[in-house]
């Protein structure tokens, strides 16, 4: 007979879709899986085609600044998300939970920690985040996707085991037919341009000052903008005889990424746990404004690795952007020495992983 396990994963893509990962692993094994969740729409929206979790509102709210009036507000949010934690753990007696960073998962962990119950804490990053920094001295284990994180906590409660993967991301295709689903000619290299699961309009605005410059790389593009700038970039590249594919979003990403000869993308951890995934060449723009710089650290492991360019936001013009990539476009052999690094840093069959020390729990 199988368990109930309960996975906090809200608040952002970076939480959410490894966190429906691991739930999607548990319940193919035969267990059930609670998930709780932020009241942002975007976990509404990404969840609604999964009936078979049940799921949970959180209020929990980011973290202010001490000396903010809203630290207050953020105080009372947390107590309400622990005391709702606390009833659901009573009422469903899981035998763990794992919460997958930001402050949706702070409140699930403690009240874990005081009745008793295994709890596991899981940081995509190669720095840690406030919340996992908080919690993990009430968690059984802290488990990593790089293995760069783990000067953040006690090396006795760390376990590399990479960062989970959707299952509906789908396996890679032959080139000729990824590139067949963008109506794109094999005889172009191609790029694919994303930025993440909101889109990220300072590497669009790039790409729309860079299009007279890119037309003379004989070159094909799929650019993800999110859901702002999708009608913009498609009259861009088109006045410029650039043959693309613009979208807000793509469902089949495994297309995409099959399609791709180089991915150029924000360093959240989950993008790049997919270009690792599909052993891309890349050029990782972080964005600044993340928490800690988290983007930033992230990007740097891939480039310490020759698995990645880094380019700051700050240095990104058109001029320096399109010699970075025409300069790795045609230098085929250290493309291939990328893609191959890029496969090699992060671990295999991460959601497997997570799910093999959740069954395994135990209370230290």
């Not at 942002?40 to 979790?53: Q, Y």
């Not at 947390?78 to 009422?91: D, I």
């Not at 891939?302 to 880094?310: H, I, R, S, T």
Request: proline residues 5%; positive net charge; aromatic residues 8%.
């Amino acid at each position: 007979m199988g368990k109930y396990f309960i996975i906090a994963c809200g608040g952002t893509g970076g939480h959410l879709f490894p966190g429906l990962a691991v739930a999607e692993v548990l319940h193919e094994r035969g267990n059930e899986v609670l998930l709780l969740v932020s009241e942002k729409e975007i976990d509404a929206l990404a969840l609604r085609n999964h009936p078979e979790f049940r799921i949970e509102k959180l209020p929990s709210i980011g973290m202010p600044s001490l000396l903010s009036p809203a630290f207050i507000r953020f105080l009372r949010r947390g107590w309400e998300s622990f005391t709702h934690c606390r009833q659901l753990y009573r009422r469903y007696r899981p035998a763990a939970v794992l919460g997958m960073g930001g402050f949706t998962s702070a409140a699930p962990i403690v009240a874990a920690h005081f009745l008793k119950i295994p709890s596991y804490i899981h940081e995509s990053n190669a720095i840690a985040g406030r919340a996992n920094k908080l919690t993990a001295r009430w968690a059984s284990k802290v488990l990593l996707g790089l293995e760069e994180c783990k000067i953040f906590f006690p090396a006795s409660l760390c376990q590399v085991t990479g960062t989970p993967v959707r299952h509906d991301l789908g396996k890679r295709l032959p080139r000729d037919t990824a590139l067949t689903a963008f109506k794109f000619s094999p005889e172009y290299q191609t790029i694919l341009i994303m930025g993440g699961s909101q889109g990220a309009s300072k590497i669009n605005q790039l790409l729309f000052r860079s299009a007279p410059l890119l037309k003379e790389l004989s070159l094909q593009i799929i650019h993800l903008t999110g859901e702002r700038d999708d009608d913009l970039a498609a009259v861009n590249y088109q006045r410029e005889g650039i043959p693309a594919h613009v979208a807000s979003f793509h469902h089949k990403m495994n297309e995409a990424y099959s399609a791709a000869d180089l991915v150029i993308s924000r360093a959240g951890a989950a993008s790049l746990s997919e270009i690792s995934l599909f052993g891309l060449p890349s050029i990782l723009i972080p964005f600044p404004f993340a928490a800690e710089r988290h983007q930033h650290f992230n990007a740097a492991v891939f480039e310490k690795a020759g698995a990645a360019a880094l380019l700051e936001e700050s240095e990104m013009t058109p001029e320096v952007f399109v010699r970075l990539l025409a300069n790795l476009l045609k230098d085929h052999p250290r493309r291939e020495r990328m893609a191959h690094a890029a496969s090699m840093i992060l671990p295999r069959h991460a959601a497997e992983a997570v799910a093999d020390v959740m069954e395994d729990s135990r209370l230290s």
